[in-house]
């Protein structure tokens, strides 16, 4: 039995040094390759939206009402993904509708009303692995546009050495486990 609450101390104790931790990421896109529904101009291709840039971005000088806008990006290689951001570029502000998909398979949609600069975010409760991400918009008021897409890859965390301060609940967490590790001690 003393086994079983010593592993809870030390469980609690990993968790505590662990959470200091940061976690970092690195994005994917703009080592990726662009292509698109159509463009406007020469100035505003595809590639501007994984530039790295917000103030660059792609248009496609076209609504969606009739045919879907779509911007493809290609990472060159399988990868794991964790999170995808879009810029918004749109005028009028408004209704839209983006669906995401992974490999030619739809994952999520991004749905609402949205507005120039609008950031919008995806972020998957378990990391998934694709190559291809596309964006398909069927419903806005505006030319497809966007200013940059980040796609993200958590990179694994390195626990630090040293653990940050104790908030209140830890510490009395703690406090409370050795004593009850004290006590049972006693009692064997
Ligand atoms: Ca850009």
């Known amino acids: 039995m003393r086994q079983v609450d010593t592993s809870v101390f030390v469980v609690l104790a990993s968790l505590l040094f662990t959470c200091s ?3 970092a990421s690195i994005n994917l896109a703009t080592n990726g390759t662009a292509t698109a529904s159509s463009t406007w101009l020469p100035s505003m291709s595809p590639d501007k939206a994984i530039d790295g840039d917000n103030n660059t971005g792609w248009n496609s000088g076209n609504v969606p009402w009739f045919s879907p806008q779509w911007i ?3 990472l060159g290689q399988a990868s794991t993904i964790n999170q995808i951001t879009g810029f918004v570029d749109q005028w009028p502000s408004g209704y839209t509708k983006h669906n995401i998909y992974l490999d030619g398979i739809f994952n999520f949609t991004w749905e609402g009303d949205t507005a ?4 919008l975010s995806y972020i998957f409760q378990s990391p998934v692995t694709a190559q291809k991400v596309k964006i398909e918009t069927t419903i806005s008021p505006s030319w497809v546009g966007w200013k940059e897409f980040q796609i993200l890859q958590e990179l694994p965390s390195v626990p630090t050495s040293v653990p940050e301060p104790l908030g209140f609940f830890g510490i009395s967490a703690v406090a409370g486990l050795s004593l009850m590790l004290k ?3 006693m009692q064997h």
């Open 72 to 74: 493809e990006i290609d």
């Open 183 to 185: 006590r049972r001690q």
């Open 116 to 119: 120039y600069s609008s950031l």
């Open 21 to 23: 931790a940061d976690a």
